[in-house]
């Protein structure tokens, strides 16, 4: 048997040199690669950039075909296809918070009997909604209200006038409303929103943005007088189910289906997302030349035709988009007021941070 030599120093030097080397010669390459950034010239830069980009479109075209290729072959010998690769999001990779419900939280069920809210939810009182304007509005203040009033029942508009909001909130009481909506404007434009529940609170503000009125929004549909039914998403810390939860006793919890109304308010990122649809479910006759549908026949082995059902959508307005600034203990009390939650700037010390 052969004693395998030792590489003597010389030798190691020298293949030592030549990875330096490669490693040397890889990175010069890196360098070299022209960006379209480096580019002067804009036409020469464009072209580069489009070049570039197809480059990248084709490489992304040829992973997918190599992955359903691999799919299909695995279904093909009965076993099972490779696990899809989660992509990576800022939902998916925030940071974590002590504060997300859970559904084993039993102190979180018996706070929810005891909140300010249960009344209304466990239907001993019905929803009544007072709205109003800030002292000097514009046009556009009260036909954003008319549209509001066609989405939440039992809800009355009463012109502000010159009123102090205390005043209005003693009224109120007196009059059993149980909440009440004040729409704040800023160069003739809707900006702000305060939710008043009563007779105890919570008071929470609002940032308005993106408001579009249905007469805006291209084939619009027009709302039926029934009772809608309400979506909440995202709502998972403490704090978003207390908004959720307040969101929730300004609608009825009755719900009346055979109107095909449905209100949405989806969070994401901490933003509030607000649509207003109808739906309609319809039955429609498969293709017999779609893949993904199955081909059945029948006792005298003639092929049927498969029904599948499809729901459709039809936005009836308006549309808007709502940011949580504060959260505030009982009714509105700009002086001596106990605030639970406030935005400050210094909070947002990543994008990977929520607080609903």
């Given amino acids: 048997m052969g004693v395998k030599r030792k590489k003597s120093e010389t030798e190691e030097l020298v293949e030592g040199g030549k990875s330096n080397d490669k490693n040397i010669e890889s990175s010069y390459k890196k360098k070299r690669e022209i960006l379209p950034s480096m580019i002067k010239n ?96 514009s046009t556009r203040g009260p036909a954003f209200i008319k549209e509001l009033q066609a989405v939440i029942p039992n809800s009355h508009y009463f012109k502000r006038g010159t009123y ?96 095909r109304r449905v209100a949405t308010f989806h969070n994401q990122r901490d933003f509030i997302f607000f649509r207003h649809h109808r739906y309609i479910f319809e039955s429609k006759e498969s293709k017999g030349s779609d893949s993904k549908v199955k081909k059945v026949k029948d006792a005298k082995g003639e092929k049927v035709t498969q029904e599948r059902v499809i729901a459709r959508l039809q936005e009836c307005g308006p549309r808007f988009t709502l940011k949580l600034i504060s959260l505030q203990h009982g009714t509105f009390d700009t002086k001596g007021g106990e605030f639970e939650w406030v935005h400050k700037p210094e909070m947002d010390t990543s994008r990977r941070r929520f607080f609903l």
């Fill in 164 to 259: 102090d909001l205390k005043k209005i909130v003693d009224y109120a009481n007196k009059k059993d409303f149980t909440s009440i909506i004040v729409v704040h404007t800023n160069r003739r434009e809707p900006d702000a929103l305060l939710m008043i529940g009563l007779p105890n609170g919570p008071t929470a503000h609002f940032k308005l943005s993106k408001l579009v009125l249905r007469k805006d929004i291209k084939n619009h549909g027009n709302p039926t007088g029934h009772k809608p039914e309400l979506v909440l998403n995202n709502f998972t810390t403490r704090l978003g189910h207390r908004i959720g939860r307040l969101i929730q006793s300004l609608f009825p919890q009755d719900p009346e289906f055979r109107g």
């Fill in 42 to 137: 804009k036409e020469k830069r464009s072209v580069v950039h489009a070049k570039m980009k197809q480059e990248k479109k084709l490489e992304k075209r040829k992973k997918l075909k190599a992955r359903e290729a691999n799919e299909k072959r695995a279904l093909e010998l009965g076993e099972e296809p490779p696990p899809r690769a989660i992509p990576r999001t800022i939902e998916n990779t925030r940071e974590l918070d002590e504060t997300v419900c859970r559904p084993d939280d039993e102190e979180l069920f018996a706070g929810n009997d005891a909140d300010e809210f249960s009344s209304v939810l466990k239907q001993e009182r019905t929803p009544k909604i007072l709205m109003t304007t800030c002292r000097y509005n």
